[in-house]
Antibody
């Protein structure tokens, strides 16, 4: 099970940290990812991180502004979001990969999502 | 970057129908193609992984096929609970991407 939290209303240029707490599996053995969905729009992959935390990647739209991290001792995935823009407004989902490294995998299961609204 | 083009973007069907959704990749992605179902207000749910592997517990009326650049999701004997949005997604290389989605309506 994955439980995402931390979403809220934030002003443009602001920062926010999302969390995703996992249970029911050995968290450190699996890569994890963030995927977002703007209101009424499709799905967009945001970032992925390997189980040990040593490998990560980002969509071009967030590279340099967002940072993914994880605390395996707390079974928690994070997404630090800085320099937020209106176009970052979306529901953010965390999802589990089937392998330790995020290659050639899929997303299952997904957390319930947490809404981030960037507006003045 | 690899682009995925899904068609159609919307589809009307009836209970009991057979429908097919296609997903075309801008370059070969081998069999690294996954399908998800999303109902309104809910998180997406994995249906098919690796182009043709049905997720454990998913109904057998869902099937996937394809390799390289052309893929299909087929739903036979449509049930009321199948009316939802469907997305394809590749995991061949970063950045991952999703198709734009297909909304299946009654």
């Amino acid at each position: 099970q994955l439980l995402a939290s931390g979403g809220s209303l934030v002003q443009p240029g602001g920062s926010l940290r999302l969390s995703c707490t996992a249970s029911g599996f050995t968290f450190s053995s699996y890569a994890m990812s963030w995927v977002r969905q703007a209101p009424g729009k499709g799905l967009e992959w945001v970032s992925s991180m390997s189980g040990g935390g040593g490998s990560e990647d980002y969509a071009d739209s967030v590279r340099g502004r967002f940072a993914i991290s994880r605390d395996n001792s707390k079974s928690t995935l994070y997404l630090q979001m800085n320099s937020l823009r209106a176009e970052d407004t979306a529901t953010y989902y965390c999802a589990k990969d089937p392998n330790k490294y995020p290659n050639y995998g899929w997303f299952d299961p997904w957390g319930q999502g947490t809404l981030v609204t960037v507006s003045s | 970057d690899i682009q995925l083009t899904q068609s159609p973007s919307s589809l009307s069907a009836s209970v009991g129908d057979r429908v097919t959704i296609t997903c075309r990749a801008s370059q070969s992605i081998s069999s690294y193609l996954n399908w998800y179902q999303q109902k309104p207000g809910k998180a997406p749910n994995l249906l098919i992984y690796g182009a043709s592997n049905l997720k454990s517990g998913a109904p057998s009326r869902f099937s996937g096929s394809g390799y390289g650049t052309d893929f299909t999701l087929t739903i036979t004997n449509l049930q009321p609970e199948d009316f939802a949005a469907y997305y394809c997604q590749h995991s061949f290389s970063f950045p991952y991407s999703f198709g734009q989605g297909t909304k299946l309506e009654i």
